[in-house]
T-cell receptor, first 114, second 115 residues
Framework: DTEVTQTPKHLVMGMTNKKSLKCEQH?????MYWYKQKAKKPPELMFV???????INESVPSRFSPECPNSSLLNLHLHALQPEDSALYLC?????????????FGPGTRLTVL | DQQVKQNSPSLSVQEGRISILNCDYT??????FLWYKKYPAEGPTFLIS?????DKNEDGRFTVFLNKSAKHLSLHIVPSQPGDSAVYFC??????????????FGKGITLSVRP
């Protein structure tokens, strides 16, 4: 099983809403990642979790709050987002952190903020 | 400042011919390079990688060449197939073995393989 799953596939939310994106992998990977991708741009790293601990936060605004409840799950809690936060949010995982291991990506959640 | 550059936004080739996708980088400290392929509505899929200590890596129809002095790498697909039509991202890693290694992506190039 080399699959990373993400839910929901699409999400539309208002600027006052609170929502969460979910990511799951059952490959026993110990590193999980959140990326943000705008149209015609490369994915941009947001957060890295290594062994369920946040190891990298790329100066992401606090309206994005990551959570790693266990080694298979990664959440991204959203609150008071802005329209410019509309993007594709990609989750990825790799066997070990920091080894440049192959990162396996999920299909992404297409987020629209109204 | 784009550290990984894919200057051609698109490439169109005939089925059966060679596709050559180019990528340039500015940071000489990058020590590992990867190519990802992305279909619409899917996440990027790892294709092939190369360490900075090598100049070539081959996997089936895919070969990646690295020219460190020119800070240039290229992906060759031979023969190209219509199913190869996708967006291809070049990516580079700083500090490959370090705990805080990060993946930096290029903007991507859209490959279209004509039947």
């Amino acid at each position: 099983d080399t699959e990373v799953t993400q839910t929901p596939k699409h999400l539309v939310m208002g600027m006052t809403n609170k929502k969460s994106l979910k990511c799951e992998q059952h490959m026993g990977h110990r590193a999980m990642y959140w990326y943000k991708q705008k149209a015609k741009k490369p994915p941009e790293l947001m957060f890295v979790y290594s062994y369920e601990k946040l190891s990298i936060n790329e100066s992401v605004p606090s309206r994005f709050s990551p959570e790693c409840p266990n080694s298979s799950l990664l959440n991204l809690h959203l609150h008071a987002l802005q329209p410019e936060d509309s993007a594709l949010y990609l989750c990825a995982s790799s066997q070990e952190p920091g080894q440049g291991d192959t990162q396996y990506f999920g299909p992404g959640t297409r987020l629209t903020v109204l | 400042d784009q550290q990984v550059k894919q200057n051609s936004p698109s490439l169109s080739v005939q089925e059966g011919r060679i596709s050559i996708l180019n990528c340039d980088y500015t940071n000489s400290m990058f020590d590992y390079f990867l190519w990802y392929k992305k279909y619409p509505a899917e996440g990027p899929t790892f294709l092939i990688s190369i360490s900075s200590i090598k100049d070539k890596n081959e996997d089936g129809r895919f070969t990646v060449f690295l020219n460190k002095s020119a800070k240039h790498l290229s992906l060759h697909i031979v023969p190209s197939q219509p199913g190869d039509s996708a967006v291809y991202f070049c990516a580079a890693i700083l500090d490959y073995t370090g705990a805080n290694s990060k993946l930096t992506f290029g903007k991507g190039i859209t490959l279209s393989v004509r039947p």
